[in-house]
Nanobody
Framework: QVQLVESGGGLVQAGGSLRLSCTAS?????MGWFRQAPGKEREFVAR????????AYADSAKGRFTISRDNAKNMVYLQMNSLKPEDTAVYYC????????????WGQGTQVTVSS
């Protein structure tokens, strides 16, 4: 069982930046970030392959967010720039325990609030 712990959330003004971090307690393969705003379903934000060589982003994140990972530290990051009020949500880190299949592990979430 792998545990994921997110950090780095907070309150920021529109146009500002935040960097989210996620620490995994063990080895993982694909890792991703998801978010859930009040009254909405959880949605995909970004993912990175276990080598870090392949990334993918939701349209809402393209050009503003960057996902990266450091396997030596078992960490994944989400650099968020040019934040908008609509980015306000709880952000969750997720990881796959095998190369293919669904995300097996989820963090507890970190709140990101963007004020206008």
């Amino acid at each position: 069982q792998v545990q994921l712990v997110e950090s780095g959330g907070g309150l920021v003004q529109a146009g500002g930046s935040l960097r989210l971090s996620c620490t995994a307690s063990g080895r993982t393969f694909t890792m991703g970030w998801f978010r859930q705003a009040p009254g909405k379903e959880r949605e995909f934000v970004a993912r990175v392959s276990w080598t870090g060589s392949s990334t993918a982003y939701a349209d809402s994140a393209k050009g503003r967010f960057t996902i990266s990972r450091d396997n030596a530290k078992n960490m994944v990051y989400l650099q968020m720039n040019s934040l908008k009020p609509e980015d306000t949500a709880v952000y969750y880190c997720a990881a796959k325990g095998v190369i293919t299949g669904p995300y097996d592990y989820w963090g507890q979430g970190t709140q990101v609030t963007v004020s206008s």
